[in-house]
Nanobody, 115 residues
């Protein structure tokens, strides 16, 4: 059974940091590119960051460049999103996604940036 389980979300003040994790199981993690998306209420889902199979290539939405870092640990079947200098507009449900032979999605974790 394929699972992507996100964790690490929560409430943080503007300027703060969070580290999201996404633990994968049920498929060959090291054969899949991984991504983080986010969706705020009433808005379309948007790509935040993506990382290649071996982690050598990353790309980011312009809105998070310089603040967020995506990484992966293929030995732990986990992808991370380090989020620094958080802003209220970063508030959203963050979902991880695996893309390869198939496409898989997690359920998401809520991130709220508010004072």
């Amino acid at each position: 059974q394929v699972q992507l389980v996100e964790s690490g979300g929560g409430l943080v003040q503007p300027g703060g940091s969070l580290r999201l994790s996404c633990a994968a199981s049920g498929f060959t993690f090291s054969s899949y590119a991984m991504s983080w998306y986010r969706q705020a209420p009433g808005q379309e889902r948007e790509l935040v960051a993506a990382i290649s199979i071996v982690g050598g290539i990353t790309n980011y939405a312009d809105s998070v460049k310089g603040r967020f870092t995506i990484s992966r640990d293929n030995a732990k079947n986990t992808v991370y999103l380090q989020m620094n200098s958080l802003k209220p507009e970063d508030t959203a449900v963050y979902l991880c996604s695996a893309r390869g032979r198939n496409r898989y999605w997690g359920q998401g974790t809520q991130v709220t940036v508010s004072s």
